[in-house]
C-alpha cells in the first residue's frame, strides 16, 4: 500500500509519487486533491492502482489522479493517462465498464418558488415516465437494426426519431456521436443485452435530478448556459448499460488471452491492454466508441422524456416549463486528441477513466457557444450534497489533458455504506433537507447516501486552486431517481 509518506508535495493541492518511487515506473503519478482528500485515498489501492498504470506500455506525460479518485478496476477510478498512437496501447481498464457513463444537464426558467407545490408531482411523473433500476428497459420495439444505427449514429438517430432538437446535438459532446464506430465489432451478446435498455437510467450510482441554481459565480457564463438563479434545472447521470458493460468484458477477457503475443508484463492482469495500432486494439476502439454513442441516445431520450414530463406537469402553473439543453459529456472514455507535449503538438489516446474532458476557451472541440469561456464541466454531487458547473481553463490543456474530475468519489464500499444507516432514516434526512427521493429498491439506496462519498465541495476546490476549472453555478438538489 501507498503510504503519505511516499508522496512528494508540489504544493497545497498537487502531489507527486516520482517514477523512482518502485523499479519499472516509466513516469510519475501527478495527484490533484487537497491533503484531507488525498489521506482519504490512502484507505484503498486507488493509488497502487495509478502506480501500476504507469508501467502501461507507450505513456506520454505522467498518469494524473484527481480529487475524486477511489478503487476501480486494475485502473483507478478518477484517473487519466495519455498513451502515443504509435507505440501506445490501449486498455479496457482504463475506460471503465460503463462506456461514456456521463451527465447530462438542462436548465430552465421556472422559478423554485413557483414550482414548489408540484414538485412531488413532478418527480412521480418523471419516474414513471423514465425506467430505473437494474436491468428495466426503454423504449419498445428497438430491433437490431436500429439498435445498429444507434451504435453507429449516437444521438443523431434519437434527432432523426423525433427524441433530439439540433441543439441537443451542437451541446453534446462529440455531437452525440464518435466517428468510426463499428457495429460488427460489438458481440451478439452486447447487441441482446443493448436492444430493450435505450431510454433507461439504470441502476447503482446512476440518477435522475431536479435541483435549482442556488448560487452563480460567473454570471456571463452562466448567462450562456442559461442559468438563472433560484431557477429549477435536471441532470441525467448514466451510461451504456448492458451493452457497454459486455463490450468491456468480453474485450478485457480477449487482451488478458494476448498479453504473452505482444510480450507485456504487467503488474495487474486487470490492466490487460493491446496495441492501439493491432486488430486487437482497433477492435476495441470500434466497439467502444459504438458503446459512446449507445450512452449519447440514451441520455438524449432521458432528456427529451424529461423534457415532455417537465411540460405537462409545469404547463399552466409555472411560466414557461421547458428545459433547455446546457451541456452532455462523458467520464469513461478513451478518446484520440491532439496535445502539446513538451514543445510539440501530439495525437494521442487519453483513457479518462471516472474523469471528464476539461477544454478551455478557443479550443476546436467546445461548442460555438462556449467558446468564449471554455468547456462545461459538470460535477454531481450525492443526493443530499451541492453540484457544480464549472468551465475548462487553459491550464487543465498543459496540466492534465484537458481534464477534470467527474463527482465526489466513494470512500465506502456498497457493503461498508449499508451499515452506516437504514434506508427510513436516509430519506428522513433527506426530507429534512428538502429533498423528494424515489428508488426502486429503498434497500439499496444507502449504498448511494451522501456520507457515502467525500466532500464534493472539497472535490472542487482542489480542481479549481490546481488552475484547471472555474467555478460558475452551485445547484442544491430538491428531488432524485435512483435506479
Not at 133 to 146: A, D, H, N, S, V
Not at 282 to 290: F, H, P, S, T
Request: glycine residues 10%.
Amino acid at each position: 500500500m501507498i503510504k503519505f509518506n511516499d508522496v512528494k508535495k508540489i504544493s497545497d493541492f498537487e502531489w507527486v509519487i516520482p517514477s523512482t518511487f518502485r523499479s519499472g515506473m516509466t513516469t510519475n503519478v501527478c495527484i490533484i486533491a487537497s491533503q484531507t482528500l488525498l489521506e482519504k485515498s490512502l484507505n484503498d489501492r486507488a493509488l497502487e492502482q495509478a502506480v501500476n498504470a504507469t508501467f502501461l506500455p507507450g505513456l506520454v506525460g505522467d498518469v494524473l489522479v484527481m480529487p475524486d479518485i477511489h478503487q476501480g478496476y486494475g485502473f483507478p477510478i478518477g484517473g487519466v493517462a495519455a498513451t502515443d498512437m504509435q507505440n501506445g496501447v490501449i486498455t479496457p481498464g482504463g475506460i471503465g465498464y460503463d462506456i461514456n457513463c456521463g451527465v447530462r444537464l438542462l436548465s430552465s426558467q421556472v422559478e423554485f418558488n413557483e414550482a414548489h407545490p408540484f414538485i412531488t408531482e413532478l418527480l412521480q411523473a418523471l419516474y414513471a415516465t423514465i425506467p430505473s433500476g437494474l436491468g428495466r428497459g426503454g423504449l419498445p420495439k428497438i430491433q437490431k437494426t436500429q439498435l445498429e444505427k444507434i451504435l453507429y449514429e449516437g444521438a443523431g438517430w434519437a434527432k432523426h426519431n423525433g427524441y433530439a432538437e439540433s441543439t441537443d446535438l451542437e451541446l453534446t459532446e462529440d455531437q452525440g456521436a464518435m466517428v468510426k464506430a463499428d457495429p460488427s465489432r460489438v458481440s451478439a451478446r452486447a447487441i441482446e443485452r443493448g436492444l430493450e435498455q435505450v431510454g433507461s437510467l439504470g441502476a447503482g450510482n446512476h440518477f435522475i435530478e431536479v435541483s435549482m441554481v442556488d448560487e452563480i459565480f460567473q454570471s456571463a457564463a452562466a448567462r450562456s448556459m442559461g442559468l438563472t438563479e433560484n431557477c429549477l434545472c435536471l441532470m441525467i447521470h448514466s451510461g451504456s448499460r448492458g451493452l457497454g458493460h459486455q463490450i468491456c468484458t468480453d474485450y478485457v477477457q480477449q487482451f488478458q488471452q494476448i498479453q504473452r503475443k505482444y510480450t507485456y508484463t504487467l503488474p495487474d492482469r486487470e490492466l490487460a491492454c493491446a496495441p492501439l495500432t493491432s486488430k486487437e486494439g482497433q477492435a476495441y476502439l470500434a466497439a467502444m466508441r459504438c458503446a459512446a454513442n449507445y450512452a449519447f441516445c440514451n441520455r438524449q431520450v432521458m432528456a427529451h422524456l424529461a423534457r415532455q414530463t417537465f411540460e405537462r406537469v409545469l404547463s399552466g402553473k409555472c411560466k414557461r416549463p421547458y428545459l433547455q439543453m446546457v451541456y452532455d459529456l462523458a467520464h469513461n472514455i478513451g478518446k484520440i486528441e491532439e496535445h502539446t507535449i513538451g514543445n510539440m503538438k501530439k495525437q494521442v489516446c487519453v483513457h479518462r477513466k471516472g474523469a471528464t474532458r476539461a477544454f478551455g476557451p478557443g479550443e476546436p472541440d467546445v461548442p460555438e457557444r462556449y467558446q468564449k469561456i471554455g468547456q462545461p464541466v459538470l460535477i454531481p454531487g450525492s443526493m443530499g450534497t451541492y453540484s457544480w458547473v464549472l468551465t475548462g481553463k487553459t491550464e487543465a490543456m498543459l496540466k492534465t489533458f484537458g481534464s477534470s474530475c467527474h463527482g465526489a468519489g466513494r470512500v465506502f464500499s456498497r457493503k461498508g455504506a449499508r451499515k452506516l444507516m437504514r434506508s427510513d432514516q436516509l430519506i428522513q434526512e433527506l426530507r429534512e433537507k428538502g429533498i423528494e427521493v424515489m428508488a426502486g429498491s429503498l434497500s439499496d439506496l444507502v449504498e448511494e447516501a451522501p456520507g457515502v462519498y467525500k466532500d464534493v465541495d472539497e472535490v472542487v476546490e482542489s480542481v479549481v486552486q490546481a488552475g484547471i476549472v472555474e467555478r460558475v453555478a452551485r445547484l442544491r438538489p430538491i428531488a432524485v431517481i435512483k435506479g
